[in-house]
């Protein structure tokens, strides 16, 4: 009997192992996808002769699909039962993945045309099948194991997200502004997307993945609302996915200006690589340091030798001249990490009340200051998703499927501020856009002090 209980440990052990993995593979893809906007936006301000704001929609499409597919799903889960409670975590991957494969071959026949509006029309799709992915994938990580290693699971998943949003602007820039010309620059590019997508939904079909559903328990109300953490839990991801958007977006042309860095669109794009390279440094921290089952003094010496490494790694590239202001950054960044002592909500509110330090600086000084203030807020944007989701589905049981769905769905964050932040920039220049962000990270401060908590049984 305790022999076979020990097997079934191990064979269960071993299928989250194998589920983590597999997923921590779908955040890389979907994490370069998505990155890969920073590269539409200027390519197709420039072929499409857009204002900052019409070019803005290439988020607002893409985003805005989050919000349309996440209210599709809170209304049937409302009124038919929570579809993942229904169909499980894993039929909910492969009809996201479906819907990513079919708007990424879009691409092709939207070159073929050269319609703008086309294009729009094949990122929503995208965007559709990346709304199934955050809700289904999202708390899949969050349960493959012990509860108190969701955020460590979750930033360590991110972390490779994040290592998707570092390769995408510098391949995908050098892509679309070297190596394919004309309708080529895009199409082929999303043909292998496709592909790719293709690849992952046979993966997820065939491999043995762990089943999970919330409860057995059809449940056919809004209850998830009656939790306040979570409803401003919701508030906190739409301001955070939007100002993390809006600075990513607008970073090519941020450091094209003479007065901060005059950089060219493909020079500038190896630096928003950084940026979001440097999410993925700080989530690989962030996992180490929400861990419990390592010694203190063990983490903090881990976390600093991903750090060294992380700079290591950019500076072969960029070299170390190059990223000696970097380095300061990565430093503040670690020590910010010790005064968040490991706990998501603390962590969270340091992080936030640095990043509006650093958009202050980066929307009022010039040249090299004001450069790498704001590549300097992708590392303390690293945590902050993982962290909000995690502390916002705690305890909501059978309703967690359904608080994911309404988090994700607050992901049109990332389409209405970086539209705003568009019109700012129109109006009163890209520089003095960047103050869009701030009242953002003010709110992400007040979440990760006390709003959190609110409501929640502690």
């Known amino acids: 009997m305790c022999a076979n209980k020990f097997q079934k440990a191990v064979s269960m052990s071993s ?8 997923l921590v593979a779908l955040f890389f893809i979907w994490g370069f996808f998505t990155s890969m906007n920073d590269i539409l936006i200027p390519h197709f301000k420039q072929q499409f002769t857009l204002t900052y704001f019409k070019a803005m929609l290439v988020q607002f499409s893409f985003f805005g699909a989050y919000f349309t597919g996440s209210v599709l799903y809170f209304i049937i889960s409302i009124t038919r039962g929570d579809p993942i409670n229904k169909i499980g975590y894993k039929n909910g991957i492969i009809i996201g993945l479906a819907l990513a494969m079919l708007g990424s071959a879009l691409f092709y026949p939207a070159a073929q045309v050269n319609s703008y509006w086309f294009f729009l029309v094949a990122l929503f799709i995208v965007g559709l099948g990346f709304t199934m992915l955050q809700i289904s994938a999202n708390p899949y990580v969050a349960i493959l194991g012990k509860p108190e290693g969701a955020s460590a699971r979750l930033n360590f998943a991110q972390g490779f ?16 502004f070297h190596y394919f010309k004309g309708a080529a620059a895009v199409q082929y590019p999303y043909l292998i997307f496709a592909l790719v997508f293709l690849f992952f939904l046979i993966a997820v079909k065939i491999i043995d993945l762990p089943e999970y559903k919330a409860d057995t328990t059809v449940v056919r109300d809004a209850g998830a609302l009656g939790y ?14 939007g100002a993390e958007v809006s600075v990513g977006s607008m ?18 794009a190896t630096f928003v690589s950084l940026y979001w390279g440097s999410q993925m440094i700080g989530r690989f921290m962030g996992s180490v340091s929400l861990s419990r089952r390592m010694a203190p003094l063990r983490r903090y010496l881990l976390m600093m030798v991903i750090a060294v490494a992380g700079f290591t790694f950019f500076a ?5 001249a190059v990223l000696k202001y970097y380095a300061i950054l990565l430093l503040f960044n670690y020590l910010a990490f010790l005064i968040g002592r490991s706990l998501p ?19 009022l000084a010039r040249g090299t200051v004001a450069m790498w203030a704001v590549i300097g807020i992708g590392l303390f944007n690293s945590i902050m998703w993982s962290n909000i989701f995690t502390l916002a589905i705690d305890g909501l049981g059978r309703y967690t499927a359904q608080g994911s769905s309404l988090l994700v769905m607050a992901i049109v964050g990332g389409a209405l501020l970086p539209v705003l932040m568009g019109a700012v920039a129109d109006r009163y220049g890209v520089q003095l856009s960047y103050l869009v962000p701030l009242v953002p990270y003010l709110y992400l401060a007040f979440y990760g002090a006390r709003g959190y908590r609110i409501g929640k049984k502690i």
């Open 15 to 22: 299928r989250q192992t194998i589920g983590l993995i597999t």
């Open 161 to 176: 997200n994040s290592l998707g949003t570092t390769i995408g602007p510098a391949l995908g820039g050098f892509l679309i």
């Open 228 to 241: 306040p953490y979570l409803v401003l839990g919701v508030i906190a991801i739409f301001m955070y996915v």
């Open 251 to 268: 970073m090519i042309n941020f450091l094209g200006l003479p007065q901060v860095a005059g950089l060219s669109h493909a020079a500038a």
């Open 316 to 320: 072969l590239f960029k070299g170390f």
């Open 345 to 363: 909500h603390r962590t969270l509110f340091v992080f936030a009340l640095v990043n509006v330090a650093l958009l202050l600086i980066g929307s």
